[in-house]
């Protein structure tokens, strides 16, 4: 099975930024779309962004578009989130997710502990 950790959390205020990092126990964990979600307190789970097995396809909810940036790394076993411009709504758990096939809308069959992410204003 794969293991994914979530790392880079923390609190920050409006308009600062942050980058979020999914470590995984494999190497080809790069065989494996890999995706974003967060949830707040209360709320249910709520997609982030995913990036295909290539690394040449994303997606983003549009609550984040032109905020933030998923990528892979030059360490095939680690996928980033960079989040840019964060906004208190922006306040949740973050998780990362692998999954099998690429798929839209995207969803995980790993999933991590999660990292949190706390915007003030």
């Known amino acids: 099975q794969v293991q994914l950790v979530e790392s880079g959390g923390g609190l920050v205020q409006a308009g600062d930024s942050l980058r979020l990092s999914c470590a995984a126990s494999?190497?080809?964990?790069?065989?494996?779309?890999t995706g974003w979600f967060r949830q707040a307190p209360g709320k249910e789970r709520e997609f982030v962004a995913a990036?295909?097995?290539?690394?040449?396809?994303?997606n983003y909810a549009d609550s984040v578009k032109g905020r933030f940036t998923i990528s892979r790394g030059n360490a095939k076993n680690t996928v980033y989130l960079q989040m840019n411009n964060l906004k208190p709504e922006d306040t949740a758990v973050y998780y990362c997710?692998?999954?099998?096939?690429?798929?839209?809308?995207?969803?995980?069959?790993?999933w991590g502990q999660g990292t949190q992410v706390t915007v003030s204003s």
């Open positions: 997710a692998a999954g099998l096939i690429w798929t839209v809308p995207f969803d995980g069959i790993y």
């Open positions: 494999e190497r080809t964990f790069s065989n494996y779309p």
């Open positions: 990036i295909s097995r290539a690394g040449g396809t994303t």
